[in-house]
């Protein structure tokens, strides 16, 4: 079983920047792809980023989010800047042992909490 912590959302002004952090916990050294996705209230949950030997990300975050990985830690960050009030939603980080990084989650085996992330105008 791998355990999954998000931490580092909040509420910022358009154009500003947070940076989203998920700490794995228990099996976590068999985790290998690691990924961000988003909820906004009363829509389907959307890919946003996700990390293996590659990087893949949304078109609507490219060029603005950044998603990386320290192996010693377990842990993947979601640097994101120039934030725009559609990104608001609940952030949740998701991990699978399984495949290659990937936008479908069906593919992902344990998911976190979320994380609120509010951009205002």
């Known amino acids: 079983q791998v355990q999954l912590v998000e931490s580092g959302g909040g509420l910022v002004q358009a154009g500003g920047s947070l940076r989203l952090s998920c700490a794995a916990s228990?099996?976590?050294?068999?985790?290998?792809?690691m990924g961000w996705f988003r909820q906004a209230p009363g829509k389907e949950r959307d890919f946003v980023a996700a990390i293996s030997q590659r990087t893949v990300y949304a078109d609507f975050v490219k060029g603005r989010f950044t998603i990386s990985r320290d192996g010693a830690k377990n842990t993947v960050y979601l640097q994101m800047n120039n934030l725009k009030p559609e990104d608001t939603a609940v952030y949740y980080c998701a991990a699978t042992n399984r495949g290659v990084a990937t936008s479908s989650a069906g593919n992902y085996d344990y998911w976190g909490q979320g994380s609120q992330v509010t951009v205002s105008s």
């Open positions: 228990g099996r976590a050294f068999s985790v290998y792809v």
